[in-house]
């Protein structure tokens, strides 16, 4: 009941009433309360119902925690970071097992092996003492693949580097044919012959 109607159905038109009269309506009525404002028995609309949406969002959100709480009920969490620690581990093996693998093949290579698979078989590398260097480089590797490339049971493993042998003659000696008579070493030397053969034709 709004405070307009009640008030005009108490007094009336132009009508006069008394405290008890106002007493009287108010205790019949129980949409009305007399309330001591210095006391704080009143609050603002627009305050209370503030309130009121703060403690609705609460609920909510109280509701909320616990229907998430049931979704973990009976999880352990101690075996749960266990677990992630355990796979953090392995990942870390994982990836160091691949830069010492990729660090060996580059070696190879370039040390010209011929079966890189069967090379680094023989290098004997041990993953969990493996280090790198500043430069990213394999500590140790680059002895390991001197000693396996001059292993005599080793050895053939890799391209041994060899000097060209150099076929030819010497100009300056002329080259003999099978009658065994000495060829020209020079175009001069040619021309020369050649002339000397025409005017011995002649």
């Known amino acids: ?74 999880v352990d969490v101690m075996g749960l970071q266990t677990e992630l620690a355990q796979l953090k581990d392995k990942y870390d093996q994982d990836i160091k097992q691949q830069k010492i693998d990729a660090a060996i093949a580059l070696a190879l290579t370039k040390a010209g092996a011929i079966n890189v698979k069967a090379a680094k078989a023989l290098l004997e590398i041990d993953p969990e003492k493996a280090e790198f260097d500043g430069n990213g480089e394999l500590k140790g590797l680059t002895e390991k693949l001197e000693a396996l490339k001059t292993a005599e049971d080793s050895k053939m493993l890799f391209q041994q580097a060899t000097k060209p042998e150099i076929k030819g003659f010497d100009p300056a000696e002329g080259i ?27």
């Open 1 to 74: 009941m709004e405070l307009l109607e009640f008030l005009t159905g108490l007094f009336g038109e132009n009508q006069t009433i008394t405290l008890d009269n106002l007493k009287t309506a108010v205790s019949q009525n129980k949409d009305v309360k007399f309330v001591d404002l210095k006391d704080g028995g009143y609050v603002d609309a627009g305050k209370y119902n503030d309130v009121v949406k703060d403690l609705n969002t609460a609920n909510q959100t109280i509701n909320t925690l616990q229907n998430t709480a049931k979704t973990y009920e009976g």
């Open 176 to 202: 003999t044919d099978t009658d065994g008579i000495q060829e020209p070493a020079t175009l001069a030397e040619a021309i020369k012959l050649s002339l000397s053969a025409q005017s011995d034709a002649n």
